[in-house]
């Protein structure tokens, strides 16, 4: 069965350190791999989707990047966060229409 | 307007009731639906998948697809407190994976014991 693992599970990082967020898939070959950002109230917004290796789109113009160096590994960055990136980043995955979510990471920027 | 609007409550029901969640939706072309259930600090899980229009049941949720109305429903029957979570409905056209899911805000339920 496939399973998706994201990493860390919280992190506290100060204003204009840089950041890096990994997810990596297990059990499927060449998913689409997603970056979304979920604020309360606010529901999910998609930063960044991948249908292959080294193909990403951006979603919102933002201070973030994303990476995907393997098939199976989606990877969040930033090179100086910003207050404004505090929130809940979740990795997803998908090869038909439903998406399958990691557990997310909680990020605060202080 | 948004493509998908969904009542973000907070929504608080005695325990044992039956439980209706909605999502609205403005496109026309979307055909695959799917509800899913994220307790706090959690990711979204997979709750529910449907195509088209119609009913599926799957133990005490069924989820429903009103395409002439633009409407779905998710129902929980004999609700229970590990029900409290957020349920967000979300969408797609095609249903191929590279196509984005449109989401709704979610809906904030309380089962009380």
């Known amino acids: 069965s496939q399973t998706i693992h994201q990493w860390p599970a919280t992190l506290v990082q100060p204003v204009g350190s840089p950041l890096s967020l990994e997810c990596t898939v297990e059990?499927?070959?060449?998913?689409?791999l997603y970056w979304y950002r979920q604020a309360a109230g606010r529901g999910l917004q998609l930063l960044f989707y991948?249908?292959?290796?080294?193909?990403i789109s951006s979603e919102v113009p933002q201070n973030l990047s994303a990476s995907r160096p393997q098939d199976r590994q989606f990877i969040l960055s930033s090179k100086k966060l910003l207050l404004s990136d505090s929130g809940f980043y979740l990795c997803a995955w998908s090869s038909m229409a439903e998406a399958f979510f990691g557990q997310g990471t909680r990020l605060t920027v202080v | 307007q948004k493509e998908v609007e969904q009542d973000p409550g907070p929504l608080s029901v005695p325990e044992g009731a039956i439980v209706s969640l909605n999502c609205t939706y403005s496109n026309s072309a979307f055909q695959y639906f799917m509800w899913y259930r994220q307790y706090s600090r959690k990711g979204p899980e997979l709750l529910m998948y449907?195509?088209?229009?119609g009913n599926k049941e799957d133990g005490r949720f069924t989820a429903q697809v009103d395409k002439s109305s633009k409407y779905i429903s998710l129902f929980i029957r004999v609700s229970q407190p590990s029900d409290s979570a957020t349920y967000l409905c979300a969408m797609s056209a095609t249903g191929v994976g590279n196509e984005k899911l449109t989401f709704g805000t979610g809906t904030r339920l309380t089962i009380i014991p």
């Open positions: 059990g499927t070959s060449n998913p689409n």
């Open positions: 991948s249908v292959g290796i080294g193909q």
């Open positions: 449907t195509y088209s229009s």
